[in-house]
């Protein structure tokens, strides 16, 4: 069974920045779309930012846009987000989730959760203001 672990949350002030990791191993890693979603206390979980199998391309949610990094290296099993200039707002659960890239649709946005498959654990990110 596929299972995405996420590494590198912690507590960080406002304006400060963390790398997030996604580890994924036992599969074909670059056949797989990665996302990241975050869920906050009392919110749905939302999507971050995705990259696609090959990491030719990605998107990102308009809150993090300029902030946020998406990138993956294949050779290494591994999806990395780095996020600076973070804000309190950034605050919650971070997950990294997995979907095979021949199980995509033009029909749901790469963003969407219900897109993917395979769900990390998560990883808190709290930043203090």
């Known amino acids: 069974q596929l299972r995405p672990v996420e590494s590198g949350g912690g507590l960080v002030q406002s304006g400060g920045s963390l790398r997030l990791s996604c580890a994924v191993s036992g599969v074909t890693f670059d056949n797989y779309v990665i996302g990241w979603f975050r869920q906050a206390p009392g919110k749905e979980r939302e999507g971050v930012s995705c990259i696609s199998s090959s990491g030719g391309y990605t998107n990102y949610a308009d809150s993090v846009k300029g902030r946020f990094t998406i990138s993956r290296d294949n050779a290494k099993n591994t999806v990395y987000l780095q996020m600076n200039s973070l804000k309190p707002e950034d605050t919650a659960v971070y997950y990294c989730?997995?979907?095979?890239?021949?199980?995509?649709?033009?029909?749901?946005?790469?963003?969407?959760?219900?897109?993917?498959?395979?769900w990390g654990q998560g990883t808190q990110v709290t930043v203090s203001s």
């Open positions: 989730a997995a979907v095979h890239r021949e199980s995509t649709t033009q029909a749901m946005s790469p963003m969407a959760r219900l897109l993917y498959d395979y």
